[in-house]
């Protein structure tokens, strides 16, 4: 299996920018894709983001496809979360997570195996 570990949280400003990232561990990671999700309290687990194994392919929830960039250093075992203009609505842990087959574009957490801790992103406005 695959560890993840999720890091580059915080607090930031309304506009501001932060980049997560997720190390991962264990099995090889350029087998797996890649995705992020968050939840806020209260709120089911939504997907955000998600690359494809060969970073040649990536897909996002329409409220962050023009402010949010997913990325992957294959060489570092890591993926990211590049997150500008960031907004209030934003605020949520995100979790990173992994899988050898779910397609990048599925938005059912269930269907990814694999789970990091997650890492609190606090926007204030």
């Known amino acids: 299996q695959v560890q993840l570990v999720e890091s580059g949280g915080g607090l930031v400003q309304t506009g501001g920018s932060l980049r997560l990232s997720c190390a991962a561990s264990?099995?090889?990671?350029?087998?797996?894709?890649i995705a992020w999700f968050r939840q806020a309290p209260e709120k089911e687990r939504e997907f955000v983001a998600a690359?494809?194994?060969?970073?040649?392919?990536?897909y996002y929830v329409d409220s962050v496809e023009d402010r949010f960039t997913i990325s992957r250093d294959t060489a570092k075992n890591t993926a990211y979360l590049q997150m500008n203009s960031l907004k209030a609505e934003d605020t949520a842990v995100y979790y990173c997570?992994?899988?050898?087959?779910?397609?990048?574009?599925?938005?059912?957490?269930?269907?990814?195996?694999?789970w990091g801790q997650g890492t609190q992103v606090t926007v204030s406005s």
């Open positions: 997570a992994a899988d050898r087959v779910t397609a990048i574009s599925t938005m059912t957490p269930r269907a990814w195996d694999y």
């Open positions: 264990g099995r090889t990671f350029s087998n797996y894709n």
């Open positions: 690359i494809s194994w060969s970073g040649g392919a990536t």
